[in-house]
């Protein structure tokens, strides 16, 4: 007993000397990857509309679509699509490289990298997320379509780059950073409120242990972005929920998605502060994660009763970042939103009354739209109907 219990204080000490040691909170400014959206109705899809890049964020198909469940055929499946559907993802197949198929709890995760002229998009890409049986449930794109300079062709060499961001970081940010990283650095398109900039893509090493990647324009050597990759890989931001003040005709008004659970690459996750705030430390950064969210917290837990599947948001981003979004008739019902805001108000708002009482501290089930449902709402002894 005694030799586990001082192996155990043993490993907590070390974890809390290299917590201690470890850099402090990442540093960086990028341009926002967050589009202004809007819901859209094609022919054939109910789509999310990116109104910064003009593509289809999300597009879900009215009736059945099937791929091929062998990689290969699948990948000629989704490019025949891309051509057939320009209206969704922005762009011809011609620009975008295939990644392996990933299938994963029953599911094929399938993505496209967008290379311009050549030159890989920074967070350019569209999507594919397939059932088991080859049915194609959700596409999507974050495709950019415009481009300066049209010629894809630098002003500004690799050096003189360098010489940019040698004198911006030790300007602005660390005065040690003076010892580039020439092997990784290369030309990349940086979409700027939608429009791909040619850029040159440039690492430098800071006073130890810091290293900056440094996006700096290929025209005129203008810095337009830059994070610290020794830093935690951080991800963090702010959620709102939409929901009825009072009525069911009220317009909506919008507060913190408070004590929601959100999760980040299927496994790591945290919950919302009261006001919607959250924060995650990455184990893995710069590629693509999900992150995701559903209607449930540390005391709610909001079911659909009515058929289909209960809402969730899912979109892929790429540590570090500050990625926020709303939870808006787009992902949910109203019921559904409206539902999860008051079950949680309720809880906050009777805690202070009755500090003692702790038999609501639980997902307390909200289940919404119950079939044949009696005229009011009822609890049942673990949860609400309605």
């Known amino acids: 007993m005694f030799r586990k219990f001082s192996v155990s204080f043993s490993l907590i000490s070390s974890i809390s ?4 040691f470890l850099p402090g909170q990442p540093t960086g400014d990028m341009p926002s990857m967050n589009p202004k ?33 062998e990689n290969r055929q699948m990948i000629k499946n989704a490019l025949e699509f ?18 392996t198929p990933i299938h994963r709890i029953g599911r094929y995760w399938l993505n496209f990298r967008q290379i311009h002229l050549g030159i890989p ?37 690799e050096k003189d780059a360098i010489n940019y961001t040698t004198q911006y970081i030790v300007a602005n ?16 398109w940086l979409p700027v409120s939608g429009i791909g900039k040619l850029c040159w893509e440039v690492f430098i090493y800071g006073t130890s242990p ?13 810095i337009l972005g830059w994070t610290n990759l ?10 709102q929920i939409y929901y009825l003040p009072d009525f069911f005709d009220d317009p909506f008004d919008s507060a913190g998605f408070a004590n929601a659970r959100i999760t980040l690459n299927f496994v790591q996750s945290t919950y919302t502060d009261t006001t919607g705030y959250y924060y995650i430390d990455a184990w893995v950064g710069g590629t693509y994660q999900p992150i995701k969210s559903l209607l449930s917290g540390l005391y709610t837990d909001v079911r659909l009763m009515s058929g289909g599947s209960d809402a969730t948001f899912t979109d892929y981003i790429i540590p570090p970042t500050t990625y926020n979004w709303t939870w808006n008739t787009d992902y949910a019902q109203n019921d559904e939103l409206n539902l999860y805001y008051h079950v949680d108000f309720i809880h906050h708002s009777y805690t202070p009354l009755d500090p003692d009482m702790t038999g609501l501290d639980y997902p307390v089930p909200a289940r919404a739209r119950i079939p044949d449902m009696p005229e009011n709402a009822y609890w049942d ?4 109907n309605f």
């Open 17 to 20: 000397l290299v917590l201690a």
């Open 37 to 69: 959206t809007s819901f859209r109705k094609i022919d054939g899809f109910h789509c999310i509309y990116d109104q910064t890049r003009d593509v289809m964020r999300y597009a879900f198909p009215d009736d059945p679509i099937y791929f091929s469940t």
């Open 82 to 99: 891309i051509d057939n559907h320009n209206e969704i993802f922005g762009v011809n197949s011609t620009e975008f490289r295939a990644l």
């Open 121 to 157: 998009v920074y967070d350019g890409f569209v999507y594919f997320r397939i059932f088991g049986d080859g049915r194609v449930w959700a596409v999507g794109s974050k495709a950019v379509k415009k481009f300066e300079p049209n010629n894809a062709i630098a002003k500004i060499s």
């Open 173 to 188: 940010v660390d005065d040690g950073a003076k010892k580039t990283d020439s092997t990784n650095n290369k030309l990349i």
């Open 210 to 222: 810091n290293r900056y990647k440094v996006y700096v324009d290929a025209s005129d050597g203008k």
């Open 230 to 239: 020794v830093n935690y890989y951080d991800v963090s931001g702010d959620v």
């Open 381 to 384: 002894g673990y949860g609400v």
